[in-house]
């Protein structure tokens, strides 16, 4: 089984419907991040959070919110969305106490904004 | 502030032939993290290599070793052997010990020729 899950994996949706989309990691790793990914453009930060109590802003947080319902699950909503928001989305994980870095990636969500 | 840019947007290699692939970044942390992941039409981000910025060794991983050169702030990925499975967006990415705040460079689509 897939250490970092992501639900939907693609999702069509219309201008100013509410959406959100979920994220479950197996590993025990206490920090979460989520990440828009665009051509040409990499992968941008949204949110990212070092335990349940702890949530900050990325670099583009703006029509975006997020929720850490327990250490296991992170979740994006996007209030209501637009079309400039069509964009494939990663949660990723990391651990505080690994010494080597590195993060670990769901398989994300294409999402489609009509 | 983070930054990590990969100015090549796409590259092209013969089988079986090298390639290296170039980052640069800046920070005015001394204690950090740099990687390559690998995103193959799959969409799912791999971890190629990372590198610690206390070890003046460059890191080796099979036939994917990068070229440190950390006065420079540059963090070169070389491919040996190229094969076509190598194919794929080279992402890389640089995090600070203490943030884990990662950034990622916009990308480099990476061609293998047969």
């Known amino acids: 089984d897939a250490d970092v899950t992501q639900t939907p994996r693609n999702r069509i949706t219309k201008t100013g419907k509410r959406i959100m989309l979920e994220c479950s990691q197996t590993?025990?790793?206490?920090?979460m991040y989520w990440y828009r990914q665009d051509p040409g453009l990499g992968l941008r930060l949204i949110y990212y959070s070092f335990d349940v109590k702890d949530i900050n802003k990325g670099e583009i947080s703006d029509g975006y919110s997020v929720s850490r319902q327990a250490q296991a699950k992170f979740s994006l909503s996007l209030e209501s969305a637009i079309p400039n928001q069509t964009a494939l989305y990663f949660c990723a994980t990391s651990d505080t106490t690994a010494a080597r870095g590195e993060q670990f990636f769901g398989p994300g969500t294409r999402l489609t904004v009509l | 502030a983070q930054t990590v840019t990969q100015s090549q947007p796409e590259m092209s290699v013969q089988e079986a032939e090298t390639v290296t692939l170039s980052c640069t970044y800046d920070t005015s942390e001394s204690d950090y993290y740099l990687f390559w992941y690998k995103q193959p039409p799959s969409r799912q981000m791999i971890l190629v290599i990372r590198?610690?910025?206390?070890?003046?060794q460059n890191a080796t991983e099979n036939r994917f070793s990068v070229n440190f050169q950390k006065a420079a702030k540059s963090f070169s990925l070389k491919i040996s052997d190229s094969q076509l499975g190598d194919a794929a967006m080279y992402f890389c990415?640089?995090?600070?010990?203490?943030?884990?705040?990662?950034?990622f460079g916009t990308g480099t689509r990476l061609k293998v020729l047969a």
């Open positions: 990415a640089h995090t600070t010990s203490g943030t884990y705040k990662y950034i």
């Open positions: 590198q610690e910025a206390y070890k003046q």
């Open positions: 590993k025990g790793h206490d920090r």
